[in-house]
């Protein structure tokens, strides 16, 4: 078979039926997974008649990757369980609760700064399921929490769980494609060094399209969630929340050139929560006015879930705010030192298990388990245990919350991984067909259609990645290595760009992905109301896949008179436009009568 359209179609037949049925019949995705899986086999097998020992060689690997991710995610899990039921996560939530009585500024110090924090450091939907409750227990409406936990679920995603999804994603997408190590040998770099400017060129696409999410964060609270539903409210304190996105995205540029994919959104998150709540206990650029949503009674039903405010969080604790950082800090230390530290790193680098040409195939990996960020995580929640005290019931439950929350997560990723495998490793090394492999072979009818214009289309493809399997991990799993053949078809200089503007709408995806709306929604009793939410939260994934493409566009081709000029300046005007037209729509409410809250 030669026909391009045909055998594309085919290729993009396992991820199609997988989104089918996870967004269509709203299937479980560990259900979903295993049908995509064995499509996938079924595609290799009969049509790229890939042998049979190529299939379970590529089903082995994907395996060992799962099992190496479901290692980091349970390390992230764990700490976090440990902090909570330790009661250090109920100190440093009451640190928020003298911030401002501006619910505004809470949004955007908890959801936008903390939030982002908490991503760097555990990842995988945890923010929101973090920050929502939280919120909740602070006052503010369930839906209004959940859908702020879930916006900020963009910027920071690319680096969640320290750096996960490029260090996983990005490099066991790419992984195995000769395409991939031509452009790196030519470049002169290791596969880590090329991986890690992926990174970096993806932090700085989102620290563009990042500065507005703030800012559109606190203009959809008060639009939707506010007594008069004024947008103006939220575009009003527009000084504080470019100031707070600012404060997280310089440092998390600085921080991926400089440290690596680990730790942006770790310390750009923290340094930025730092610097804003010292300015802000000053008063710099705070509101005259104080926002708030209106007294209970008169909130509608459905902004309500099941939990009371009081049962959202319990924030009595006699724990110091130093102890209670003390095992984030530790995690932080430990992740910088082995990652600068030539000698501690050659060691733990060093202590590596070899899967080397599996079942006699040149299908060949590594994994470092002292190396990975989960096995530190893991010493820093044993660090928790000894200094918060902790009793062997209390230790119990930690590891019974991160084993049962892992359990969910595991059975998709076991499937997942090695469906993404078999697809990449379905080359001419390992069939009879002589075709390109399946992702390669989908690039090259994307190319087809799309031209030199596929930059702007490539946010929409990592979106849809996050949206079908919940995770931007998954997503440049999944699209990593088809994104850099598109690029590489087109004629661009450097295909490494599209992969990251892969990455950037992977995480642009995250705030529409049903996985997260249904985590951080249990948290807050409001399930069920996941179509209210998404139609609130597709706004910023919108924004984010137009923004990241035009923006991507113009990193690759530079500025001009081309598509992405053309587009990011209809999209600026668009969006000023807007914030005009809301402006002054709004005027005429306050002029008959200003009935916001004031406290």
Known sequence: MDNLAVLSLLALLPILLVGVLLAGFRWPAKFAMPV??????????????????????????????????????????????????????????????????????????????????????????????VVAPLLLAMGFPAMAAVMVGLIIQSTPVSFGAVGTPILVGVTNGLGGDPAVAERVSALGVTMPEFVSSIGFYTAAIHAVVGILIPLILVSMLTGFFGPDRRFRDGLAVWPFAVYASLAMTV???????????????????????????????????????????????????????????????????????????????????????????????????????????????????????????????????????????MNSREIARTLKISAGQLAGTAAALLFAVPLVRVLIQSGPALND???????????????????????????????????????N???????????????????????????????????GGNPIAIHNIVAASATVGLLGREGDLLRKTII???????????????????????????????????????????????TPTQQRGNTRSRV
């Open 36 to 129: 995509g899986y064995l499509t996938a086999v079924v595609v290799a097998l009969v049509v790229w008649r890939m042998s049979f020992t190529g299939v379970l060689a590529a089903t082995i690997e994907g395996l060992v990757v799962a099992v190496t991710l479901l290692y980091i995610v349970f390390g992230a899990l764990l700490l976090l369980s440990t902090l909570t039921v330790g009661g250090a996560m109920a100190t440093i939530r009451a640190g928020f609760n003298n911030i401002s009585a501006d619910r505004r500024v809470q949004a955007i110090i908890i959801g936008w700064l903390f939030g982002s924090f908490i991503e760097g450091a555990s990842g995988f939907g945890t923010p929101a399921a």
């Open 251 to 389: 440092p998390y540029v600085l921080v991926a050139r400089f440290l690596g994919p680990e730790f942006p959104a770790m310390f750009g998150g923290l340094l930025g929560l730092v610097l804003v709540m010292l300015t802000s206990s000053k008063g710099f650029l705070m509101p005259q006015d104080t926002f708030d949503f209106g007294p209970r009674a008169e909130w509608p039903a459905r902004w309500m879930g099941t939990i009371e405010p009081a049962q959202a969080t319990d924030v009595s604790t006699h724990m110091s705010v130093v102890r209670a950082w003390a095992p984030y800090a530790l995690m932080a230390g430990l992740l910088v030192a082995t990652r600068v530290i030539a000698p501690l790193k050659e060691f733990l680098t060093g202590l590596a298990i070899p899967f080397e040409n599996i079942l006699g195939t040149e299908i060949t990996t590594t994994v470092q388990p002292f190396y990975l960020p989960g096995f530190l995580m893991i010493l820093a929640s044993l660090f928790a245990y000894a200094l918060h005290r």
């Open 433 to 471: 067909s002589g075709l390109s492999s399946m992702p390669v072979t989908l690039a090259e009818g994307a190319a087809a259609i799309s031209g030199s214009s596929w930059p702007l289309i490539a946010p929409w493809i990592g979106a849809l990645g996050a949206f079908v399997a919940g995770s």
């Open 473 to 507: 991990t998954v997503s440049n799993l999944t699209f990593s290595q088809f994104q850099f053949s598109t690029g590489a078809a087109i004629g661009l200089e450097r295909p490494e760009l599209v992969v990251a503007a892969q990455a950037v709408g992977g995480a």
């Open 540 to 586: 910023v994934t919108t924004y984010y896949c137009l923004a990241g493409g035009a923006v991507a566009y113009l990193f690759i081709h530079g500025l001009g008179l081309n598509l992405g000029t053309i587009m990011l300046v209809l999209l600026i005007t668009g969006l000023a436009l807007l914030a005009h037209r809301l402006w002054r729509t709004d």
